[in-house]
């Protein structure tokens, strides 16, 4: 199993972002995926959920109408939309599947600051 994110970097707060996460090693389309954030001194928390068919997903309350999971399943890859962005979404993202333990990415850095 291989995730590998991409997409972070350094913006202006109320900027976009899209992070991707590109998937090897098992069927991509059989299993939900989730996204997760740590910031530094924090614990990594969850942030996004999409299903394996993409018909469910759900997100954090912090996040809620700014950011928007999706996921190409013919790509093996699973998307993280972030608008309108604020200081505090300033974090480490990683993408995660769970396959009876947990798989994760090497994380991507977003940082948003003026």
């Known amino acids: 199993v291989q995730l590998v994110e991409s997409g972070g970097g350094l913006v202006q707060p109320g900027g976009s972002l899209r992070l991707s996460c590109a998937a090897s090693g098992f069927t991509f389309s059989n299993y939900d995926m989730r996204w997760y954030r740590q910031a530094p001194g924090k614990e990594r928390d969850l942030v996004a959920y999409?299903?394996?068919?993409?018909?469910?997903?759900n997100y954090v309350d912090s996040v809620k109408g700014r950011f928007t999971v999706s996921r190409d399943n013919a790509k093996n890859t699973v998307y993280l939309q972030m608008n309108s962005l604020k200081p505090e979404d300033t974090a480490v993202y990683y993408c995660?599947?769970?396959?009876?333990?947990?798989?994760w990415g090497q994380g991507t850095q977003v940082t948003v600051s003026s």
């Open positions: 999409i299903s394996s068919d993409a018909g469910r997903t």
């Open positions: 995660k599947v769970f396959r009876g333990v947990s798989y």
